[in-house]
């Protein structure tokens, strides 16, 4: 962990760090903290003054701003080694006040290359730090700290992203300064994931400024998000697996590979269940009101039909529930819904012909259907015994006049509008205002009043959800984790 900031360290960030790196399935082999080695750097930055390649300088961040757009040497330059000395340690025991100086190291003012204009190695910092407390005020940079710390911990290859390439110069330059063992640097390509932005920056921004729900929001592409989303971490690695490593920076990762191996997964580990997205009444006429049978729905899609966990109970009354989108007035060869005079099956049950329709009193508005039901289970119509019947999802009333149970789907889209958005110079006007769907008023079959925060379900024919963190008691809240891939024929069977 770097902490060389004491004002930007939060143990929450190191403590979720951890969590989710574990969560991943890794192990590390050890935890470090830049801390650890604060002592033996403010040695090592005696060792860079003495040998002439670091000086204190008193120029203001504004004026060091100038001086490096102008290639132009600090006045302090070549103020005398035991001067510096002096003066270094003095920001060590805190007599001198914080901007007042700093330490820099004296690179190549004249280079092509931007990271090599005299970078800061030490700042002034009054403020305590969370692990070493007030033994330090000054606090060493970035630029300055990186490359000691692999080099103290004999790590063999140092791996980050293209952007960091350019600070490769100054990494080798301070090691061979000090005659420190120097690892490999290997820069790759950032993991850029088409409508959406990676940068720790941007994403700090849209947390910092609400316009996102923290930073597990489902939306976002960080861990935390994903797996709020219900992704697992199996999902993650086989698709960072799949995508490879690359050093073309302007690649751009289509998120639907990430849902390829979302669904990969969640079709084989996630129990099936029945809910409708937009409930639309369907009254059974020619069944009793008083009337309620117990069917057996597959939990599992392929399980063996003598094993009981392969199946949940519902109920099947008079009054049952599609949703709106399966009915419509008028039929079509391409249509798989319910409509006038058609005879459909409800999954896992019976046969239904749709006899009547029933207006509101403006004439217009639909209220609810009538239909009758073919009593005996079949897959194929009741009046033309060689067509099989295309199926609907569907929820009952448990119990006469009691509508089924409610719950809230979260209904994801993309973030942005813009394939890359980071590109844009306004990249917050690209932020996608539909980007979340709540449909507050969804009905479940009974079996889902048993899930649990962490439970992810496939709700036939319209996707993965997994619970969300805001369920309560009396309310589950599902995240869809995937769409539903609609395969030709799939619906019909």
């Not at 710390?149 to 330059?173: M, P, Q």
């Not at 979302?262 to 029945?274: D, G, N, S």
């Not at 199926?391 to 890359?420: I, Q, T, Y």
Request: proline share 5%.
């Amino acid at each position: 962990f770097d902490d060389t900031n004491p004002d930007a360290e939060r143990r929450e960030y190191i403590s979720h760090i951890e969590e989710i790196v574990k969560w991943m399935g890794w192990e590390p082999f050890k935890i470090t903290y830049t801390s650890d080695y604060f002592q033996k750097m403010y040695e090592l930055a005696v060792k860079l003054i003495e040998r002439g390649h670091a000086y204190v300088d008193h120029q203001t961040g504004e004026e060091i701003k100038e001086y490096r757009a102008k290639k132009m040497n600090s006045p302090w330059r070549e103020r005398p080694i035991s001067e510096s000395l002096k003066l270094f340690e003095e920001m060590k025991c805190g007599k001198i006040e914080e901007g007042k100086a700093t330490l820099r190291m004296e690179m190549d003012m004249q280079n092509d290359n931007y990271n090599m204009y005299d970078l800061i190695a030490y700042r002034i910092k009054v403020t305590p730090h969370p692990r070493t407390g007030n033994k330090w005020c000054i606090y060493p940079s970035y630029d300055y700290a990186h490359c000691i710390v692999d080099s103290l911990e004999n790590i063999t290859h140092s791996l980050c992203t293209l952007e960091f390439e350019t600070r490769r110069a100054s990494y080798y330059w301070l090691l061979h300064s000090l005659g420190l063992y120097m690892p490999h640097v290997w820069e790759y390509s950032r993991l850029n994931i088409r409508n959406n932005v990676m940068s720790k920056r941007k994403l700090i921004y849209l947390v910092e400024n609400n316009h996102v729900d923290g930073w597990d929001d489902p939306r976002l592409m960080t861990l935390a998000g994903l797996r709020r989303r219900g992704v697992t971490p199996t999902t993650i690695n086989a698709f960072i697996r799949e995508i490879g490593i690359t050093r073309s920076d302007g690649c751009m990762i289509n998120v639907d590979r990430l849902e390829f191996h979302i669904r990969t997964e969640l079709e084989k580990t996630a129990p099936r269940a029945m809910v409708v997205v937009d409930p639309f009444k369907v009254v059974i006429t020619n069944m009793e009101s008083d009337k309620v049978i117990e069917l057996d729905a597959q939990r599992w899609y392929d399980g063996r039909s003598d094993d009981p966990s392969v199946f949940y109970k519902v109920p099947f009354s008079r009054v049952v529930y599609i949703d709106r989108d399966d009915f419509r007035l008028e039929d079509s060869e391409d249509y798989y819904g319910l409509a006038p005079g058609k005879s459909v099956l409800l999954r896992y049950g019976y046969p239904i012909k749709c006899t009547d329709v029933v207006y509101a009193v403006d004439n217009e508005t639909i209220v609810e259907i009538h239909v009758e039901y073919h009593p005996v289970k079949t897959t194929y119509h009741p009046e033309m015994p060689k067509k099989k019947l295309k199926s609907l999802h569907w929820v009952a009333e448990p119990s006469p006049g009691v509508e089924p149970s409610k719950v809230e789907l979260r209904l994801f889209d993309k973030l942005f509008n813009s394939e890359n958005p980071a590109e844009l110079e306004n990249w917050l006007d690209d932020i996608n205002t539909n980007s979340i769907k709540v449909v507050s008023n969804a009905f479940a079959v009974p079996a889902l009043k048993e899930a649990v925060l962490g439970d992810i379900f496939q709700f036939e024919r319209k996707g993965y959800f997994a619970v969300d963190k805001d369920s309560t008691p009396d309310k589950l809240v599902f995240n869809r984790t995937a769409k539903w891939k609609e395969i030709p024929g799939k619906a019909s069977k």
